[in-house]
């Protein structure tokens, strides 16, 4: 499972390629967690 920044499915085509993974999970475990994930807080 990927959490991306932003709303891919309803963004314009041409803005598809700004999209970031800020977390992905493989058989429920994290192997990627952006620094950018906790920033807001």
Do not use: C, K, W, Y
Request: proline residues 7%.
């Amino acid at each position: 499972m990927a959490v991306l920044n932003q709303p891919f499915m309803t963004m314009p085509e041409d803005r598809i390629d700004t999209i970031r993974a800020v977390l992905t999970l493989v058989d429920g475990r994290i192997v990627h967690e952006s620094p950018d994930l906790n920033a807001g807080q």
